[in-house]
């Protein structure tokens, strides 16, 4: 008999950003993870930040960053000017 695996449901943002589809969650007070994709590919970030706020601004920046590599002719907006952009949302972690 196969036992179904225990998934985790885990509260996080979403954000539309810079052309990208940013994710970002906390697994503890200060560890936060983030997912950037950009149609292609993704990719996973792990960092410490002590608030909520500086972890949009943390991944926010690299998104900003990331962006201006592919399209360097284009202007994009500071990455406070971001931080209402992020939506609720909660998804399953399936480790």
């Not at 589809?21 to 960092?47: K, P």
């Not at 960053?65 to 971001?82: I, S």
Request: aromatic share 12%; net charge negative.
């Amino acid at each position: 008999m196969r036992l179904p695996t225990l998934c985790k449901a885990k509260h996080g943002f979403s954000c539309d950003a810079y052309g990208l589809q940013i994710h970002l969650w906390s697994e503890s007070n200060v560890d936060w993870c983030a997912t950037i994709f950009d149609g292609a590919h993704e990719m996973y970030f792990r960092f410490e930040k002590n608030n909520l706020t500086l972890a949009k601004l943390h991944i926010l920046a690299v998104a900003r960053k990331r962006a201006m590599v592919g399209q360097k002719d284009r202007e994009f907006p500071a990455e406070h000017t971001l931080l209402e952009s992020w939506e609720s949302m909660t998804f399953v972690d399936e480790g």
